[in-house]
Every structure is written in structure tokens, then in C-alpha cells.
């Protein structure tokens, strides 16, 4: 479609739709984004929590407990665990239940197909296995693994449960530092692209706006024909 050449309301007109054009292209293609990185996400946690959950389930059932252990520690054994398998199992179901959806639709050769994704409606639940599986699924599997440390080796060596703890809790600090920079980091991000887009639009408004102007300008000193 060859541009106009005149600054008349042709040349706004065409110039209106290019932009009009250009914005839908932008919408569709972060809603496809968008798309890709639910899929990413559930796929991710639901790994993570099946991985996690199993090994769970496998300490549960082959650990060997002492009669001489603690009460307090076996409750704390038993809660840890519970929340551990229940925590990922829930990540798993929204995983399992999403997944297959979005799969079904990012399978589509239709650039229109991304409006038929739930992945918009389910944001909430979609950051919601992926903050179970990646976040506090694995703090809990790191307080499981201190526990399963302390019934283990209490019995037998002391200075060995204390070690093992001595390791973790620099490790889980290590995890929520770099948790707080990479989500700080995130964020910083999508400000800076959403101050971008905002620019752009404003920069396409004041450029329909001159154009509308200038339009108006030119009737103006037409002369009339009586």
C-alpha cells in the first residue's frame, strides 16, 4: 500500500492506521509473550513439585526413628513434611489442570488463537504454583532436609545435626537474598518497558495530534469557492 505524498488528510489518515497497525502487532505479541511465560512457569513448577514431593514421600516412608528422639522434633517432622507434599501436590494440580490448555492453544498457527488462552484469567493461580514450587516448597524442603538431619544423627552424633544445620541456614539465606534481588530486579524491568510503551504512546499522540493540526491549519487557508 503506497504512502500518500501530500500532507492532506490522506497522509494523517494513512499515517493513523500505520499506527493503529503497529500498537495491535505490540498487544498481540506481549499477549503471546505472556502466554510463553505461563507455559514456562507451569511446566517449571510442575517438575519442581513432583522432583520435591517424591523425595519427600521417599524420606517419610524409609526413615528410621529412634525411641529416644524428641516429641517436639517428630512433630516438627511431621508438620514439615505435611506442608512440604501439600504445598507442591497443590502446585502440581494447577500445573496439571492449566497446562494442558495453554498447550492447546500455543500448539495454533493463528496469531488471534493467544485470545482463546486462559492464561490471562489464571494469572493469579499460575503465580501461585510457581511461588509454592520455587519459593516456599523449597524452603520447605530445606527445613525438611535440617530435620531429617537432627532425627538421623542425634541418636548417634550431635555435632553432626548441628553441621548439617550450620550448612543450611547460610544456604536459605543465600535463597531469599537472591530471591528479593531477582524479583527487585524483575520489577525494575518491566517498569522500565512499561515507561517505555507509555513514551511511545505519547510520543504517537502528539505526533496525531500536530497532524491534526496541521490539517485543520491547511483548511483553513484554502480559499473558498463561492
Same mark, same amino acid.
Given at each position: 500500500?503506497?504512502?500518500?505524498?501530500?500532507?492532506?488528510?490522506?497522509?494523517?489518515?494513512?499515517?493513523?492506521?500505520?499506527?493503529?497497525?503497529?500498537?495491535?502487532?505490540?498487544?498481540?505479541?506481549?499477549?503471546?509473550?505472556?502466554?510463553?511465560?505461563?507455559?514456562?512457569?507451569?511446566?517449571?513448577?510442575?517438575?519442581?513439585?513432583?522432583?520435591?514431593?517424591?523425595?519427600?514421600?521417599?524420606?517419610?516412608?524409609?526413615?528410621?526413628?529412634?525411641?529416644?528422639?524428641?516429641?517436639? =522434633?517428630?512433630?516438627?517432622?511431621? $508438620? +514439615?513434611?505435611?506442608?512440604?507434599? &501439600? /504445598?507442591?501436590?497443590? !502446585?502440581?494440580?494447577? *500445573? @496439571?489442570?492449566?497446562?494442558?490448555?495453554?498447550?492447546?492453544?500455543?500448539?495454533?498457527?493463528?496469531?488471534?488463537?493467544?485470545?482463546?488462552?486462559?492464561?490471562?484469567?489464571?494469572?493469579?493461580?499460575?503465580?501461585?504454583?510457581?511461588?509454592?514450587?520455587?519459593?516456599?516448597?523449597?524452603?520447605?524442603? =530445606?527445613?525438611?532436609?535440617?530435620? $531429617? +538431619?537432627?532425627?538421623?544423627?542425634? &541418636? /548417634?552424633?550431635?555435632? !553432626?545435626?548441628?553441621? *548439617? @544445620?550450620?550448612?543450611?541456614?547460610?544456604?536459605?539465606?543465600?535463597?531469599?537474598?537472591?530471591?528479593?534481588?531477582?524479583?527487585?530486579?524483575?520489577?525494575?524491568?518491566?517498569?522500565?518497558?512499561?515507561?517505555?510503551?507509555?513514551?511511545?504512546?505519547?510520543?504517537?499522540?502528539?505526533?496525531?495530534?500536530?497532524?491534526?493540526?496541521?490539517?485543520?491549519?491547511?483548511?483553513?487557508?484554502?480559499?473558498?469557492?463561492?
Amino acid at each position: 500500500m503506497p504512502a500518500p505524498t501530500n500532507t492532506s488528510y490522506e497522509s494523517w489518515l494513512f499515517r493513523s492506521f500505520v499506527n493503529q497497525m503497529s500498537s495491535q502487532h505490540s498487544t498481540t505479541a506481549l499477549s503471546w509473550r505472556k502466554l510463553y511465560l505461563s507455559r514456562a512457569k507451569l511446566k517449571a513448577s510442575s517438575r519442581t513439585s513432583a522432583l520435591l514431593s517424591g523425595f519427600a514421600m521417599v524420606a517419610l516412608v524409609e526413615i528410621t526413628i529412634d525411641e529416644d528422639i524428641p516429641g517436639l =522434633l517428630l512433630i516438627l517432622f511431621s $508438620i +514439615c513434611t505435611t506442608l512440604l507434599v &501439600s /504445598v507442591h501436590l497443590l !502446585a502440581l494440580m494447577i *500445573s @496439571t489442570c492449566i497446562l494442558p490448555h495453554i498447550e492447546a492453544v500455543s500448539n495454533v498457527h493463528n496469531v488471534n488463537a493467544v485470545k482463546e488462552s486462559p492464561h490471562e484469567k489464571m494469572q493469579g493461580f499460575i503465580q501461585m504454583a510457581w511461588a509454592f514450587s520455587t519459593g516456599l516448597g523449597i524452603i520447605l524442603f =530445606l527445613a525438611e532436609i535440617t530435620i $531429617i +538431619c537432627w532425627l538421623q544423627f542425634l &541418636s /548417634v552424633n550431635k555435632d !553432626a545435626a548441628i553441621a *548439617s @544445620t550450620a550448612i543450611v541456614v547460610p544456604v536459605l539465606i543465600i535463597f531469599l537474598l537472591f530471591a528479593a534481588f531477582f524479583y527487585r530486579r524483575l520489577i525494575s524491568h518491566k517498569y522500565e518497558r512499561s515507561y517505555r510503551d507509555l513514551e511511545d504512546l505519547q510520543q504517537i499522540a502528539e505526533e496525531l495530534q500536530n497532524n491534526s493540526q496541521l490539517e485543520n491549519l491547511n483548511s483553513t487557508q484554502q480559499p473558498q469557492t463561492v
